[in-house]
């Protein structure tokens, strides 16, 4: 990505997520995505977007007709360009934030053969970054409750349910 479109995403990024917010606060929709929690290695591949100083696992919206475990395997794909299974589920979580009922699926996944190389992220809007982090190393995250879900992940557990 060129220093000028990376610049210009940079600042227009942050505006575009406003105007998001300003839309949930109206329509208050309700929303279902994924996340992708790709650990290889000892290390947790996560993503930045542009404009933001945090770090949080890949992932976003479902797709009509798209089963949540498609959606965990495309997001991964699309926003690192990384190939993963996604081999369970690690919980359902949820969230009550801007106004909207927003309800995630965490996916364990793990990468294929062939998606073991390390993450490149390609001219992309929301995307800025993406690159593994040691687990005792770990950036600022966006996610509050980042440090749990790697607890329900080490101890083979599930949060379904739980917070977001």
């Known amino acids: 990505m060129t220093g000028l479109v990376a610049w210009l995403l940079s ?7 406003r105007a998001r917010r300003v ?3 109206i329509a208050r929709p309700v929303t279902v ?5 790709i650990v290889q290695d000892g290390q947790v591949l996560l993503v930045r977007q542009h404009g933001r100083a945090t ?9 009509r007709g798209e089963s ?8 991964a794909r699309e926003e690192t360009g990384i190939e993963v299974v996604a081999e369970r589920l690690l919980g359902v979580y949820s969230a009550m934030v801007e106004g909207m009922s927003n309800h995630v699926a965490v996916y ?8 073991r190389e390390q993450p490149t992220v390609q001219a ?4 800025a970054e993406a690159r593994y982090w040691p687990l005792d190393a770990l950036p600022p995250v966006a996610d509050r409750n980042f440090a749990q879900r790697l607890r329900e992940y ?5 949060g379904f349910d739980g917070a977001l």
């Open 23 to 25: 839309y949930r606060h």
């Open 154 to 158: 080490a101890s083979g557990g599930s």
């Open 33 to 37: 995505g994924v996340r992708a929690l």
């Open 124 to 127: 992309n809007l929301e995307i």
């Open 55 to 63: 770090w949080e696992l890949p992932g976003g919206g479902v797709g």
């Open 11 to 17: 600042r227009l990024f942050p505006w575009l997520v």
């Open 68 to 75: 949540l475990r498609a959606a965990a395997v495309r997001e």
């Open 108 to 115: 364990v996944c793990r990468p294929t053969e062939a998606g």
